[in-house]
């Protein structure tokens, strides 16, 4: 398998996300979604973990339909269409051409990495400035406004301080 080559932004958001899945996984276990971060208490949400890629495609599919993902395809001038498959690798997600692969086993069916791959299609590849906006954007709507903010702020601080 080809190495994925990362540069410092690319590395910093997974670190950031790597942070955020330990954080949700941990509300997860202990049943408290409260986080305390910049001096507050921020209420996470509980993030969906899927148990096939059919529930994924299904997420995906109830997503589209939403009105905040219809003006997001008007501005992109198309309707998106998103096929769900498995990927070639154990170890990676992917968007490619309109479709979303992922990894067909436990760690990689959770929200959040089927947010950063739907966040591609209407972002571009790589992880630059527009691909970003729509990434926070889209888990603020799908997920939490809060923690779209604490993941921006938090990738903000990394990658300020590299």
Do not use: C
Not at 79 to 94: E, H, M, Q
Not at 96 to 107: K, L
Not at 124 to 148: A, D, T
């Amino acid at each position: 398998m080809k190495p994925v080559r990362l540069n410092n932004n690319e590395r910093a958001l997974l670190e950031v996300e790597e942070r955020f899945y330990n954080i949700l996984d941990a509300g997860a276990e202990a049943g408290v979604y409260a986080y305390h971060a910049l001096g507050s208490t921020f209420v996470l949400p509980e993030e969906r973990r899927f148990t096939n890629l059919e529930q994924i495609q299904r997420y995906v599919d109830d997503a589209l339909e939403t009105p905040f993902f219809g003006i997001m395809s008007r501005e992109l001038g198309r309707i998106p269409t998103i096929k769900v498959k498995a990927s070639a690798y154990d170890n990676r997600a992917s968007h490619h051409n309109g479709t979303i692969s992922i990894p067909d086993n436990v760690e990689w069916r959770r929200e959040l990495v089927v947010l950063h791959e739907l966040s591609h299609h209407f972002g571009g590849q790589g992880h630059g400035k527009r691909y970003l906006e729509s990434y926070f954007k889209i888990i603020s709507e799908m997920m939490n406004p809060q923690l779209s903010l604490l993941m921006s702020a938090e990738l903000d601080k990394k990658m300020r301080s590299e």
